[in-house]
């Protein structure tokens, strides 16, 4: 019903930055709408871990605690796309990045309230 693919990884040094997109495409026979759109990432070994929101009405935006003050989050209407600028990258910042969207609600929810997934993009941050 809602398609997500991410897209903007890829291996950069430490210091530099990555704008990620996630597009989303919807079932036209459904005209789903969903409430709120998400970033998380997953580094090898270890769990999901949410990154950023941004709700889909109002374009209200909030961030996780891990990566707040080098990431912001941002939404283009017509093109269906929301992005993730990551600024000043760190090594331990590597992890394939997800992109999530729900159909109720906005704003900085666990990874198990999201409906619809990305197949995720690889970020490799080099020291």
């Known amino acids: 019903q809602v398609k997500l693919v991410e897209s903007g990884g890829g291996s950069v040094q430490a210091g530099g930055s990555l704008r990620l997109s996630c597009v989303a495409s919807?079932?036209?026979?459904?005209?789903?709408?969903?409430?709120?759109l998400g970033w998380f990432r997953q580094a090898s070994g270890k769990g999901r871990e949410r990154v950023a929101a941004?709700?889909?009405?109002?374009?209200?935006?909030y961030y996780a605690g891990s990566m707040k003050g080098r990431v912001t989050m941002s939404r283009d209407i017509a093109e269906k796309t929301v992005y993730l600028q990551v600024d000043r990258l760190k090594p331990e910042d590597t992890a394939i990045y997800y992109c999530?969207?729900?159909?109720?609600?906005?704003?900085?929810?666990?990874?198990?309230?999201?409906?619809?997934w990305g197949e995720g993009t690889q970020v490799n941050v080099s020291s």
């Open positions: 999530a969207a729900k159909d109720v609600g906005c704003g900085l929810y666990s990874d198990d309230s999201y409906e619809y």
């Open positions: 941004i709700c889909t009405t109002d374009g209200s935006t």
């Open positions: 919807v079932d036209i026979s459904t005209i789903k709408v969903v409430s709120g």
